[in-house]
Each structure stands twice: as structure tokens, then as C-alpha cells.
């Protein structure tokens, strides 16, 4: 299942790209879904295997524009 992690800047999507990557955690840059109401456009999405890994090594970081995590529900985006 995808799981998204949702920023507020796209400059700090990116750099969450590339830095899960980095930590061997498969992530690509895509775009914000309309259910997650922020006006960035783009979040980084990986697999939920990587979900536990992925929390623990972003919240090391300091993304001031993090917005949270949403997972695929049927056809929506829920947070989590």
C-alpha cells in the first residue's frame, strides 16, 4: 500500500526524496493529492514496508513544512 509524506515546500519534498534514497527507503516525488489540503503539489511516496523505517528517519530531520502522512484508502487519500 503507498503511503505519502506530505510537506508544505517543495523544496523539502525533494530533499525527503532524497534523503529516504539515501537510507536505502525506494521514494519518489509525486503529486499531493487534493485530499491533504496543502498547496505544496508534490510529496514523497514509498510502500508502507518502509512506513516505520521512513517516520523515524524523517522525523530526525528538520522539515518545518511537514504536513503528516497519508495511506490509500479505495480511491482517496486518508491521514494517518
Known sequence: MTILA???SR???LDSVA???NAGIPASAVATPKEAGVGCGISAKFEENF???ARFFLQKRPYAS???FMRRT???FVYL
Open 6 to 8: 506530505v510537506f508544505r
Open 11 to 13: 523544496a523539502q519534498t
Open 19 to 21: 534523503a529516504l534514497k
Open 51 to 53: 512506513f516505520a523505517r
Open 66 to 68: 511537514f504536513s503528516g
Open 74 to 76: 479505495g480511491d482517496k
